[in-house]
């Protein structure tokens, strides 16, 4: 079983539109989580942190699901410029600083 | 306030060849994470440095070796390329901690003839 996995997509959706990501871990002992979003041929940029009590930033929140072992990303109002891949990003607890990640979601937004 | 550096940004080998990569992290930042990129799928670690050590190690091959300055700076080399090596090469940099929050440099994308 892979260390994270996520639904590589791709989504379409309008702009406008809600739209949710998840993305599940197999490692109980992790302790941190992220949400990074990456643009074409470009490198990773970190959008969220996530935190146990779940985070809100504008129009993105993250959750995080110890008991199922996953992490959520929502866009609320999305934006063409949210179009992107999005990264999920997880530590093993034991190995910190080390993260696996995801192959990504893949987001268009489209007028 | 530098963010991550990378260089070269572009680089092409051809097989048997060897490359040095380098990383430049954020300020203030005294370890640096290099990760494998293929296309398509999610950055793979590779190693990390702090100290001048390498103190975490990914699953790849010993032709993967690196370096940490005193400043911090980084290298990455790959020796006897292979065709599978052509990917882009992100160093990624952090301060230890719990919630180690990584920040990734630009990349060297590498491509192996």
């Known amino acids: 079983r892979k260390e994270v996995e996520q639904d590589p997509g791709p989504f379409n959706v309008p702009e406008g539109a809600t739209v949710a990501f998840n993305c599940t871990y197999s490692?109980?002992?992790?302790?941190?989580f992220f949400w990074y979003r990456q643009d074409c041929r470009k490198e990773p940029k970190l959008l969220m942190s996530?935190?146990?009590s779940g985070n809100e930033d504008g129009r993105f929140t993250a959750q995080l699901n110890r008991a199922s072992q996953y992490i959520s990303l929502l866009i609320r109002d999305s934006k063409l410029s949210d179009s992107a891949t999005y990264l999920c990003?997880?530590?093993?607890?034991?190995?910190?600083?080390?993260?696996?990640f995801g192959r990504g979601t893949q987001l268009t937004v489209w007028p | 306030d530098a963010g991550v550096t990378q260089s070269p940004t572009h680089l092409i080998k051809t097989r048997g060849q060897q490359v040095t990569l380098r990383c430049s992290p954020k300020?203030?930042?005294?370890?640096v994470s290099w990760y494998q990129q293929a296309l398509g799928q999610g950055p793979q670690f590779i190693f990390q440095?702090?100290?001048?050590?390498?103190?975490q190690r990914g699953n790849f091959p010993d032709r993967f070796s690196g370096h940490q300055f005193p400043n911090y700076s980084s290298e990455l080399n790959v020796n006897a390329l292979l065709l599978g090596d052509s990917a882009l090469y992100l160093c990624?940099?952090?301060?230890?901690?719990?919630?180690?929050?990584?920040?990734f440099g630009p990349g060297t994308r590498l491509l192996v003839l």
């Open positions: 996530v935190y146990s």
């Open positions: 990003a997880v530590d093993r607890g034991s190995t910190l600083g080390r993260l696996y």
């Open positions: 490692n109980s002992a992790s302790q941190s």
């Open positions: 440095y702090y100290e001048e050590e390498e103190r």
């Open positions: 990624a940099s952090s301060v230890p901690g719990v919630q180690e929050t990584q920040y």
């Open positions: 300020s203030g930042h005294d370890t």
